[in-house]
Nanobody, 125 residues
Framework: QVRLDESGGGLVQTGDSLRLSCAAS????????VAWFRQAPGKERDFVAA??????????YWPDSGKSRFTISKDNASSTVYLEMSSLKPEDTAMYYC????????????????WGQGTQVTVSS
């Protein structure tokens, strides 16, 4: 079992930056994928970014729309994945979730095995 805890959300203004954290605990493997999704009220849960690693390589994945203003990274020592968001816009307002699995599962949220509770990001205009 894997536990994921998101943090770092909050209320910011347009143009600000924010760094979200996803701390993993419990059963961890040398090869893993953590993905970030976001869900605004009344909308579907959308894929934001993912990072996948093995003992030999690290890969990053972005939505079909391309890499945005967000950067995804991983701290090996703390088993934490970060989502750094810059130039935030009101349309970035959403609940942000991290999800994990043993490999990259694509952009569909329903295929990931483990989920955190989410952290709210609100961007005021």
């Amino acid at each position: 079992q894997v536990r994921l805890d998101e943090s770092g959300g909050g209320l910011v203004q347009t143009g600000d930056s924010l760094r979200l954290s996803c701390a993993a605990s419990g059963r961890t493997l040398s090869s893993y994928t953590v993905a970030w999704f976001r869900q605004a009220p009344g909308k579907e849960r959308d894929f934001v970014a993912a990072i996948s690693w093995t003992p030999y390589s690290t890969s990053r994945y972005w939505p079909d729309s391309g890499k945005s203003r967000f950067t995804i990274s991983k701290d090996n020592a703390s088993s934490t994945v970060y989502l750094e968001m810059s130039s935030l816009k009101p349309e970035d307002t959403a609940m942000y979730y991290c999800a994990a699995d043993t490999q990259y599962r694509g952009s569909r949220p329903d295929v990931y095995a483990y989920w955190g509770q989410g952290t709210q990001v609100t961007v005021s205009s």
